[in-house]
T-cell receptor, first 110, second 112 residues
């Protein structure tokens, strides 16, 4: 089945690393995504990883994929107050169908 | 700026009414997706169009319908509105390859 789960809330101090976790159930997913949603705004694509990759790094962002455990994580290094937002993970199944997680609200404490 | 535009930004209407939300995809994108985001239901996929034809259907109510026009813009029609339809409605677009979806800024619908 299709189910993407995330914890609802994460609080970190400015300058620390944040790790947002996501689990999915369908092993046939082809792409996995991380989106960021700031208050009152749309979803902004942060990064994505092909299902045949284990890791992808993009500046302060590191995505880790554990296909065996169906676990995806997003690490934000040196977290800033501007990183406060809701982060959604999503998986792509079949032809263009994307299932989104419930979102994790990241609060960065100055 | 994702390149996806949505109008209007805000919409306030009454129960029983009908509204139309509009979306223009990124230049060159053939696919348009509609999502509903509410506090209690999260982000729900409604429907997808590809080059004018319906491609996939999600949790879209019968009171809702959509279409994609020859110029590739799309409209989402919501009728017989209920209080529970109050939500953010997002449109997203992707290229033919469909690797990634780019979201518009959303339309906030308030049904009073």
């Amino acid at each position: 089945g299709e189910d993407v789960e995330q914890s609802l809330f994460l609080s970190v101090r400015e300058g620390d690393s944040s790790v947002i976790n996501c689990t999915y159930t369908d092993s046939s997913s082809t792409y996995l995504y991380w989106y960021k949603q700031e208050p009152g705004a749309g979803l902004q694509l942060l990064t994505y990883i092909f299902s045949n990759m284990d890791m992808k790094q993009d500046q302060r962002l590191t995505v880790l994929l554990n296909k065996k455990d169906k676990h995806l994580s997003l690490r934000i290094a040196d977290t800033q107050t501007g990183d406060s937002a809701i982060y959604f993970c999503a998986e792509k199944l079949g032809y263009q169908k994307v299932t989104f997680g419930t979102g994790t609200k990241l609060q960065v404490i100055p | 700026d994702s390149g996806v535009t949505q109008t209007p930004k805000h919409l306030i209407t009454a129960t029983g009414q009908r509204v139309t939300l509009r979306c223009s995809p990124r230049s060159g994108d053939l696919s348009v997706y509609w999502y509903q985001q509410s506090l209690d239901q999260g982000l729900q996929f409604l429907i997808q169009y590809y080059n004018g034809e319906e491609r996939a259907k999600g949790n879209i109510l019968e009171r809702f319908s959509a279409q994609q026009f020859p110029d590739l813009h799309s409209e989402l029609n919501l009728s017989s509105l209920e209080l529970g339809d109050s939500a953010l409605y997002f449109c997203a677009s992707s290229s033919a390859a469909g690797d990634t979806q780019y979201f518009g800024p959303g339309t906030r619908l308030t049904v009073l």
